[in-house]
């Protein structure tokens, strides 16, 4: 579909790294974040089309603010709709490690059901290897050493799970690469499937229907937009919606507020943690 014009800007203040030549794993993602000027973050988490894993190695934790209290974590894991989640931090120093739901089901040894909804502690899912992995990364003075200890990491466990269903595989893909332009009953039939069977398997595998992954994948792209200052209407024309209502309707449904203060919190002081996540659109083109 061509390149996407709604690509964010580096973030001011934060020095952003990422390993040269990507990774090589299918769907996985993987980025350095520095607070380069201390100032701290206090956003909240967007639902995104990616499974994402974040290892804090500064020394201090960060505070993960969700419906039943306000945890600190060193590492934690987050599903594509953690839930209302509010992270905050001060002087941060992290590896960002974002997976596909493809990606995630085969390698994290956790199912959707147990992953949507929440954010888990990356020491109650990895043991005392959360902890080892923190503090190697804390002492390697490079990102390239410390992107050489992850992948090390990974390659443990990327495709250590189950291997997802084919046709799931391909419905998924199909939803990106559209960036969520979909007929979703077209699915099925391409996959060979009944539609109960393809919303049974893709909703136990990747962790939501394929409506609902179709409407998270354009959401993804039109957060983006906002966030980069481009208006409601350019927005939603160009993510694929009816009209600015249908884009209203789904901002409120995935963001819990309006276009206008999605892009407003997007550029104000402090938010800059929402690109640990926000910018996953990036895997749209991966399984």
Same mark, same amino acid.
Request: a positive charge; glycine letters at 12%.
């Given at each position: 579909?061509?390149?996407? #014009?709604?690509?964010?800007?580096?973030?001011?203040? %934060?020095? !952003?790294?990422?390993?040269?030549?990507?990774?090589? +794993?299918d @769907?996985?993602?993987v980025?350095?974040f520095?607070d380069?000027?201390?100032? @701290? +973050?206090?956003? %909240?988490?967007?639902?995104? #089309?990616? !499974?994402? $894993?974040?290892?804090?190695?500064?020394?201090?934790?960060?505070? $993960?603010?969700?419906?039943?209290?306000?945890?600190?974590?060193?590492?934690?894991? =987050?599903?594509? =709709?953690?839930?209302p989640t509010?992270i905050r931090g001060?002087?941060?120093?992290? $590896?960002?490690?974002?997976?596909?739901?493809v990606?995630?089901?085969?390698?994290?040894?956790?199912?959707?059901?147990? *992953?949507?909804?929440?954010?888990?502690?990356?020491?109650?899912?990895w043991?005392?290897?959360?902890? %080892?992995?923190?503090?190697?990364?804390?002492?390697? #003075?490079?990102?390239?050493?410390?992107?050489?200890?992850?992948? =090390?990491?990974?390659?443990e466990?990327?495709?250590?799970?189950?291997p997802?269903?084919?046709?799931?595989?391909?419905? %998924? *893909?199909?939803?990106?690469?559209?960036?969520?332009?979909?007929?979703?009953?077209d699915?099925?039939q391409?996959?060979?499937?009944?539609?109960?069977?393809?919303?049974?398997? +893709?909703?136990?595998?990747?962790?939501?229907?394929?409506?609902?992954?179709?409407?998270? !994948?354009r +959401?993804? *792209?039109?957060?983006?937009?906002?966030?980069?200052g481009?208006?409601?209407?350019?927005?939603?024309?160009?993510c694929?919606?009816?009209?600015?209502?249908?884009?209203?309707?789904? $901002?409120r449904?995935?963001? @819990?507020?309006? #276009? @206008?203060?999605?892009?407003?919190?997007?550029?104000?002081?402090?938010?800059?943690a929402?690109?640990?996540?926000?910018?996953?659109?990036?895997?749209?083109?991966?399984?």
């Amino acid at each position: 579909m061509g390149p996407d #014009p709604f690509a964010l800007d580096p973030l001011p203040g %934060w020095e !952003v790294a990422r390993p040269r030549g990507g990774t090589p +794993f299918d @769907g996985v993602d993987v980025a350095g974040f520095r607070d380069r000027d201390a100032r @701290g +973050f206090d956003s %909240w988490v967007l639902p995104q #089309p990616t !499974v994402t $894993v974040v290892l804090e190695f500064g020394g201090d934790s960060l505070a $993960v603010e969700q419906a039943d209290g306000t945890k600190a974590l060193g590492g934690l894991a =987050a599903g594509m =709709a953690p839930g209302p989640t509010r992270i905050r931090g001060q002087r941060v120093d992290c $590896v960002e490690i974002r997976l596909s739901p493809v990606a995630a089901y085969a390698s994290l040894g956790l199912s959707p059901a147990d *992953r949507e909804g929440r954010v888990i502690d990356l020491a109650d899912l990895w043991g005392r290897h959360e902890r %080892w992995l923190r503090e190697r990364l804390a002492a390697t #003075p490079t990102w390239e050493g410390r992107f050489a200890l992850v992948s =090390a990491f990974l390659a443990e466990r990327v495709g250590s799970g189950p291997p997802v269903d084919p046709e799931v595989a391909a419905a %998924w *893909r199909h939803i990106v690469v559209r960036r969520g332009q979909v007929r979703v009953n077209d699915l099925a039939q391409s996959c060979g499937w009944s539609r109960k069977r393809l919303w049974s398997r +893709f909703g136990a595998q990747i962790g939501m229907t394929p409506k609902r992954a179709a409407m998270l !994948v354009r +959401f993804d *792209r039109a957060a983006r937009g906002l966030s980069a200052g481009r208006d409601t209407s350019e927005t939603a024309a160009a993510c694929g919606y009816a009209d600015q209502s249908h884009l209203h309707r789904d $901002v409120r449904d995935f963001a @819990g507020c309006t #276009p @206008g203060a999605l892009g407003t919190a997007a550029g104000s002081p402090g938010a800059a943690a929402g690109a640990l996540g926000a910018t996953a659109g990036e895997l749209s083109s991966k399984t």
